[in-house]
Structure formats: C-alpha cells, structure tokens
C-alpha cells in the first residue's frame, strides 16, 4: 500500500492516531500534545482526527479539573 493510500484512509489515519494517542496514556499531557500537534501538520485528514483526539484529551482535563474545583469548594466550605 502506497504512502499516500495510507494517509489519505480515514481508518488508517484513526489507528494511527489513536496509537500515538494511546502509547503516551502514561506520558506527561505535554508529550501527548506535542505528539498530536506534529500529527496535525500532516494533512488534513490527520488534521481532522488527531484534533478529535486533542478534544478528548481537553474533555478529561477539564473533567478532572472540574472536580479538583469540587473538592476544594467542598473543603472551604466544611464547617470547623
């Protein structure tokens, strides 16, 4: 299969991703970032899937962030 076949199917390019994505699921977000952000100036197609992924990886941050806020107003909030 040639190179352009490659980047140019949409299940490859997902696979692809969602490798890159997935290999760094113990990696700092930096170096998942970093790793997406390079992926993202390949075509548009990688545009395309590897900016869904950086979706998800913004969904979790925010999810986690989220409750951080939760327990910290909980705890201000608890009476002495």
Known sequence: ??????????DL???IVRQTYA???DAWLRTQLKELMA???VNRLFR????????Y???GYRRV???FVRSV?????LPS
């Open 39 to 41: 992926l993202v100036q």
């Open 1 to 10: 299969m040639s190179v352009r076949k490659v980047v140019e199917t949409k």
């Open 48 to 55: 395309e899937v590897a900016q869904q992924f950086l979706g």
């Open 65 to 67: 962030m989220n409750g």
């Open 73 to 77: 107003e909980e705890y201000c909030f």
């Open 23 to 25: 290999s760094g699921s």
């Open 57 to 59: 990886i913004w969904a």
């Open 13 to 15: 390019v997902e696979q």
